[in-house]
């Protein structure tokens, strides 16, 4: 029986380390890509709403990596993932939500199910190939309520960021319709139709 129980533990401390690196390395890579392209990353958020776009990006890039790297090496784990859950909830309701579930359509299902991935994570602990689990953190911070810190930190640092530094951009007004023929016939002209 002993053993049995031993390999269960081995199984659940490898999905841990699976989830965290997963879900981590994504956070990292995205990170990565806004600290690499920071002006267009900057006039991204400009467009979708943000008064603060270059800090913003520059932001958004170090949290990403950031808590990216704590999820992938389990260090402060429930903090790690209510960074996730805050930029998860950010862009849901600034570029995903009104685009409804699917990500093929700009939905929100991506931004969700790495929100709901780092909240379960939180609430499983990093398992004992962690950071956490070397400092003797693990058992402490697992659980309900590190799934509710996760969660409730997360939603509400995103709230506290939109509410300081977004507001829903004015919507482009459609083209009058001889406008719109006078600009095709100027692509047709082109050949750029």
């Keep these: 029986m002993p053993q049995k129980n031993e390999n269960r533990r081995d199984g659940l401390d490898l999905a841990r380390l699976l989830l965290r690196s997963a879900v981590g390395g994504t956070m990292i890579a995205h990170g990565v890509k806004h600290g690499r392209t920071l002006d267009g990353t900057a006039g991204w958020f ?6 603060r ?6 932001l958004s890039a170090a949290i ?3 808590a990216g790297a704590a999820l992938v090496a389990g260090a402060g784990t429930p903090l790690a993932a209510s960074a996730v859950v805050g930029t ?4 849901a309701r600034t570029v995903h939500q009104p685009n409804g579930f699917f990500i093929t359509a700009e ?5 969700l199910n790495l929100a709901v991935a780092t909240t379960a994570l939180a609430a499983l602990g ?10 003797g953190l693990d058992r ?8 509710a810190v996760a969660a409730g930190l997360g939603l509400a640092g995103a709230a506290a960021q939109l509410a ?5 951009p004015a919507p482009v007004p459609p083209m009058p319709a001889e406008e719109h023929a006078a600009d095709a016939d100027a692509d047709a002209a082109r050949g750029t139709r």
């Excluded at 402490?140 to 799934?147: E, H, I, L, Q």
């Design 164 to 168: 300081a530094f977004w507001s829903r």
């Design 140 to 147: 402490r911070f697992s659980g309900r309520r590190a799934a």
């Design 53 to 58: 776009h270059r800090l913003q990006a520059r």
């Design 88 to 91: 998860m909830g950010v862009a």
């Design 126 to 135: 990093p398992g004992r190939y962690s950071v956490d689990s070397a400092l």
């Design 64 to 66: 990403e990596v950031g």
């Design 46 to 51: 400009r467009s979708i709403g943000f008064r």
């Design 107 to 111: 939905g929100y299902e991506y931004v």
